[in-house]
Nanobody
Framework: AQLVESGGGLAQPGGSLRLSCRAS????????MGWARQSPGKGLEWVGD????????NYADSVKGRFTMSRDDDKNTLYLEMNNLQTEDTALYYC??????????WGQGTQVTVSS
């Protein structure tokens, strides 16, 4: 199983970015998927997850109302749409595959930097 993120970069405060995560090596539709992020000052933070059919997503309070998760099962791809970005959103963002008890596959991460 492999997850490859893309779409990170530099954004201004108030700006937007969309992250993508291409999945391979497993049946994408069989699993919840999620995102987490890690920044030097705050450590690892769960961002949110989405159900197998994409009908429901849960978010951390810190991103609720600003970030939206979706999935395209035809493309085996997970997305994270990030709007109204703030400097505290600066982090390395990881795509996650849910296992039986935890997230058992992680991507390599994509860097998001929010700065004016």
């Amino acid at each position: 199983a492999q997850l490859v993120e893309s779409g990170g970069g530099l954004a201004q405060p108030g700006g937007s970015l969309r992250l993508s995560c291409r999945a391979s090596g497993f049946t994408f539709t069989d699993f919840f998927m999620g995102w987490a992020r890690q920044s030097p000052g705050k450590g690892l933070e769960w961002v949110g997850d989405i159900t197998r059919d994409g009908s429901k997503a849960n978010y951390a309070d810190s991103v609720k109302g600003r970030f939206t998760m979706s999935r395209d099962d035809d493309k085996n791809t997970l997305y994270l749409e990030m709007n109204n970005l703030q400097t505290e959103d600066t982090a390395l963002y990881y795509c996650l595959k849910a296992g039986d008890f935890d997230y058992d596959v992680w991507g390599q991460g994509t860097q998001v930097t929010v700065s004016s």
